[in-house]
C-alpha cells in the first residue's frame, strides 16, 4: 500500500492572542490515500502479509480463522489479477503506471475513506461475524453513487458474511449492522437461508451475470483449518471471472454490480 501513501502533512492554525490563549493555536497531522491506477481499479484486503504463505502464518496468528481467511482471499485475488496480467510493479507495458491500487484497510482508519475517484472495486471480504463496517458500507455505496450513466461504477465483492449480517429489519439494537438498502439496492442481493452443505470442495458452481451458462470446480486450499469452513473462491475461479469483468470493462464498461456470495 505504501505507493498509493502520501508523507504526513502537519497543518497549523493560529490567530492572534484573546481571552482564551489555550484555542489560539490548533494543529494536525494527515496523510492520504491517492489513486495511482489509470484503470482506475481499486482491490481492498486485509492481513495482506506479502512474502508469507497461507500455508505458513506465524503461529501467532494460525489459530485465528479470520486472519486466516481474510490472508487467503488476499493471495486468491492477486493471483487471479496476476493470472490477466494485472500488476503493481509500475514496469507492465514498459511504463511506470500501476495496473490496480492495493488498499489494505486494517492498516488504515475506517473513519476517513472515500472510494469515490475508482471506477471499479474489488472487495475481498473474510468470514468476520460483524460484517462490513458502517463506514465502509457508506464509503462503498459513494463509489457506486459516483459514477453515471455513461461510465457505471463496477464492484466485485466476496463474503458469506455479508448479507447474513446486513439483510435484516432495522430495530432498536441493530442499528450499526442493519442495512437492507446495501444489500439489496446495491448488492442486488438478498439473504435466503444458510449455505448448504458447509463444504463445497469438489463441487461445481454454475455462472449466471458473469460467465453465463459455464461451470467451474472449486477446489480445496489444502492450507490447515481451511477445510472446516464454507469453501472460498479458488484463484483460478476468481482469475476466469475477472478475465470476464476485465473484457467487459475495455468493451461496454461495467454496466451491472458482480457479486459473488
Given at each position: ?40 481499479s ?27 481467511g481474510n ?13 490477466i496480467?494485472?500488476s ?14 492495493l ?7 475506517q ?23 458502517a ?20 464492484l ?7 448479507s447474513?449480517?446486513h ?12 442495512d ?37 470446480t ?22 476466469r ?12 464498461r ?8
Open positions: 500500500m505504501e505507493p498509493n501513501v502520501t508523507p504526513i502533512y502537519r497543518f497549523v492554525l493560529t490567530v492572534g492572542n484573546d481571552d482564551n490563549l489555550g484555542n489560539n493555536r490548533y494543529e494536525k497531522s494527515v496523510r492520504f490515500y491517492v489513486q495511482r491506477a489509470k484503470t482506475e481499486f482491490v481492498s484486503v486485509e492481513n495482506y502479509m506479502p512474502g508469507v504463505d497461507g500455508s505458513t502464518l506465524p503461529a501467532s496468528t494460525a489459530g485465528d480463522l479470520d486472519v486466516l490472508k487467503l482471499n488476499a493471495d486468491s485475488i492477486l493471483s487471479a489479477l496476476a493470472q496480467n494485472w503493481r510493479t509500475g514496469t507492465v507495458g514498459g511504463n511506470t503506471d500501476f495496473t490496480y491500487d488498499f489494505e484497510r486494517d492498516r488504515w482508519p473513519y476517513a475513506l472515500n472510494f469515490a475517484p475508482w471506477q471499479f472495486v474489488m472487495w475481498m471480504q473474510g468470514d468476520e461475524s460483524e460484517g462490513l463496517k463506514e465502509e458500507r457508506w464509503a462503498i455505496k459513494g463509489q457506486q453513487d459516483a459514477w453515471d450513466t455513461w461510465r457505471r461504477a463496477g466485485f465483492i466476496t463474503g458469506q458474511e455479508i447474513r449480517k439483510d435484516v429489519a432495522l430495530d432498536a439494537f441493530n442499528g450499526n449492522a442493519a437492507r438498502e446495501f444489500v439489496q439496492e446495491y448488492l442486488r442481493a438478498q439473504h435466503v437461508r444458510n449455505t448448504n452443505p458447509g463444504l463445497y470442495d469438489g463441487l461445481r458452481v454454475q455462472g449466471v451475470r458473469i460467465t453465463n451458462r459455464r461451470f467451474e472449486i477446489d480445496a486450499t489444502g492450507v490447515k483449518g481451511d477445510r472446516t469452513r464454507t469453501q472460498r473462491s479458488s484463484a483460478r475461479l476468481v482469475a471471472v475477472l478475465r470476464r469483468v476485465h473484457i467487459g470493462m475495455l468493451t461496454r461495467v454496466h451491472e454490480r458482480h457479486v459473488i456470495r
